[in-house]
């Protein structure tokens, strides 16, 4: 069997309750009463038993994505949490009070326990500050002792000024000499304590019942069991939505179809508004049951996953045959086909997708659904992030119910969107994937500025930590295009001040300087870094965006660079990361050492932008300054040479680059020959990807290049060639997912 997994999570039953189990499993009550729990009879234990987990092995649930469970319990509609629904907190005291401390803040916990292990004293003191509820379970049917330490722990707790209830498991106990004596202690529990009344539930083949110690009666609770034990009729079997309990956190006088109820004297009142208790009477009437299929081709269920897909008409692909052959849970409700949901792992992406769902018009219920979905999370015992795309526009495959349930929206895109059961990280490389689906890269899109702007906040803050003024194009300002650039001639605001025109030219875009898109940056390292690859190379160094990406990643990053300054700023902004850093030097002859897994590089436009060092002046060999182009493409030639030489086999060199014109205004044609330098020194252009940028400052500039038949770039190439044999790419690359 099956242990549970590690890791933290929340989730919405059926009856409306958020279970955040600290622990599951229960390894002392199954080492007390043994196969089937406490009495034989623990919920539970059935449960686990049903899915294959080991209820006898306690695990604490430590891991996982704190941040979607906090979310839960702050969203969620009831004042309260339960702790100790799949197994019992007792197992773990300490990390179970560090949770109700942490999650206290926004809803009260309410902890259910039969007291396997005492709390200690200060585990109590804590409880008390933090507001906490706990439930003592205990019954007739425990042993003498068992009962009289669970009261102890009971009245410790209200001693000490802790809200305490009993959760009492009661029963309707037959006319035996052993009937009788369970009743006797039981009248004695409702006489002298404050107590919750929990209905056992026992099938009418148990030995008990057999031997007439305990009646039980039909009721299809929306808890699972059609037969129950019910010793006072005021007992409560429904939702958690009318129930007068409310776990203890604030018992209550409601009113529930044509009865009220008053929990302080356990009384049930006919009430005169004409209603009957036919609406509470409804709650019990469904058996909701979830079945398992590894695959619906052979279930015997495909034809009514069929059905139910094309009259649905959102899950219609559920009716193909490739779509069938994933796995499903099944809903029946009363021993019918109610409803389907399926989905597949992906081991290979490490990935848990949730694929099509749907429930019969007249079956479909939120909380039915709801529930439908977590017995597929129970299926994830592997830790993979769950993915769900749904629509804004659907009743149930919808993004409040996956709210609800712990997902979080990771992408919106034309009325859908992509949600994730785990953390954003884990899903961040389909959120790049979206952002380029094809060979143009738009770098204007709402998602691609969004991400852009969070790493350019990270960078602003690294430079700011380490004193280097405008980290993001640290020594470059005012280089693009010299000071009458297009960007400060359309950016530039004049303002009257004393009577006098003042030129403001502080909105200038990139501060007149070209900056590399760390967004870009993260994608072509995601992309073309292979599964077992560290190593990044870049011959032409430049800005700080890549090295900084690639250190945000854990990589190794050597960039060579001429001009010291740059050098040094990029070098303070990366000191976080000790595999990053700046080789002052002249990347046309600079061998770096060893061999790496990616070459990227970004080199200047031939005489586009000024580069200079301290001193104000370039540096000698700086090839933005050589006298010809063609002294410009082999110097550059013969860095990408090098590290070509530096570069292992079945691995990418990737060039963000651009064309520029001649004196003429005719192109050097500068991406052209890029091309063919990489197909004549054995490699293969396997990608060209047209990079877009803003077309603001464009705009302006056409209106004087028009008349000369010109048209302003507004895009980069992305140019991506291989070295090695492309057939094995999808061995070495680390696998995408599902889109």
Request: charged share 25%; net charge neutral; hydrophobic share 35%.
């Amino acid at each position: 069997m099956k242990s549970y997994l590690p890791t933290l999570s929340a989730s919405l039953n059926r009856k409306g309750v958020l279970d955040v189990d600290t622990v599951k499993g229960c390894e002392l009550g199954v080492k007390a009463h043994g196969i089937g729990g406490c009495y034989g009879l623990c919920y539970a234990y059935k449960m686990a038993e049903l899915y294959g987990f080991d209820f006898a092995k306690s695990v604490s649930r430590k891991g996982g994505d704190k941040s979607s469970v906090e979310r839960m319990v702050k969203t969620h509609s009831k004042p309260w949490f339960r702790i100790g629904t799949m197994g019992d907190p007792c197992h773990d005291w300490d990390y179970t009070v560090d949770v109700c401390g942490w999650l206290g803040k926004y809803r009260t916990p309410v902890i259910v326990t039969k007291s396997w292990k005492d709390l200690s004293d200060d585990h109590v003191k804590a409880l008390r500050d933090i507001g906490a509820v706990v439930n003592i379970s205990t019954s007739p049917l425990d042993s003498d002792g068992e009962r009289d330490h669970r009261l102890m722990q009971y009245l410790r707790l209200k001693d000490n000024s802790v809200g305490a209830v009993l959760r009492v498991v009661t029963a309707r106990f037959g006319n035996t000499v052993y009937g009788q004596g369970l009743n006797e202690i039981q009248r004695d529990l409702f006489a002298r304590f404050r107590v919750i009344d929990n209905p056992l539930r026992i099938p009418k083949t148990n030995h008990m019942v057999i031997d007439g110690h305990i009646i039980v009666e039909r009721h299809r609770d929306l808890g699972g069991g059609s037969c129950v034990s019910i010793a006072n009729r005021s007992a409560f079997l429904g939702t958690c939505d009318t129930c007068p309990d409310q776990c203890g956190v604030k018992f209550q006088k409601i009113w529930i179809g044509g009865c009220v109820v008053d929990k302080q004297n356990g009384d049930v009142f006919k009430c005169g508004h004409g209603e009957s208790t036919a609406k509470q009477g409804d709650l019990f009437l469904d058996r909701v049951e979830f079945e398992y299929v590894k695959s619906v081709i052979g279930s015997g269920y495909e034809e009514a996953v069929a059905k139910l897909a094309i009259d649905d008409k959102v899950a219609y692909r559920a009716a193909r045959k490739n779509m069938q052959i994933h796995s499903a849970i099944i809903l029946k409700i009363n021993g019918e086909f109610s409803g389907f949901f399926t989905f597949q792992v992906n081991h290979d992406a490490g990935e848990f997708c949730l694929l099509q769902s749907a429930m019969l018009l007249d079956r479909k219920d939120k909380a039915i659904y709801s529930e439908m979905v977590n017995k597929i999370i129970e299926q994830n015992t592997y830790g993979y992030p769950m993915i769900m795309t749904v629509s804004t526009k659907h009743d149930l495959e919808c993004p409040k119910v996956f709210n609800a349930i712990g997902f979080q929206t990771y992408l919106t895109l034309s009325g859908f969107e992509y949600m994730v059961y785990g953390t954003l990280e884990q899903v961040r490389m389909k959120r790049l994937a979206h952002a380029t689906m094809t060979n143009t890269w738009n770098s204007v899109k709402g998602d691609w500025l969004k991400m852009k702007k969070e790493w350019n906040e990270r960078i602003e803050a690294a430079g700011e930590k380490h004193g280097i003024l405008n980290p993001k194009f640290a020594s470059r300002e005012g280089c693009w295009q010299g000071e009458s650039g297009f960007s400060n001639v359309v950016l530039t605001e004049r303002s009257i001040d004393d009577d006098k025109v003042v030129v403001n030219k502080g909105k200038s875009l990139n501060g007149n300087a070209s900056v590399l898109d760390p967004v870009a940056c993260e994608c072509i390292l995601r992309f073309f870094m292979p599964k077992e690859g560290r190593r990044i190379y870049n011959p032409f160094g430049g800005g700080v965006q890549f090295g900084f990406v690639s250190g945000a990643y854990g990589d190794e990053y050597v960039a060579s660079e001429i001009r010291q300054n740059q050098c040094d700023a990029n070098n303070k902004i990366c000191s976080e990361f000790p595999g990053v850093r700046w080789v002052k030097s002249d990347s046309a002859t600079y061998k770096p050492e060893g061999m790496f897994d990616l070459v990227f590089t970004c080199p200047p436009y031939y005489r586009v932008e000024k580069y200079v060092d301290y001193d104000g002046q370039p540096p000698e060999g700086e090839i933005n300054h050589l006298g010809t182009y063609n002294d410009f493409r082999d110097t550059l030639f013969a860095g990408y040479k090098v590290a070509i030489d530096h570069l292992n086999d079945n691995r990418f060199f990737v060039v963000m680059t651009g064309d520029s014109r001649d004196k003429n205004g005719s192109y050097h044609c500068h991406e052209a020959e890029t091309e063919i330098f990489f197909k004549e020194s054995g490699l293969s252009v396997y990608n060209k990807i047209i990079y877009l940028e803003s077309e603001f400052t464009r705009l302006a500039q056409a209106k004087k290049t028009l008349d000369y038949r010109k048209f302003p770039k507004r895009e980069q190439k992305i140019i991506v060639a291989y070295k090695g044999d492309a057939s094995v790419i999808k061995d070495i690359f680390p696998p995408i997912g599902r889109l």
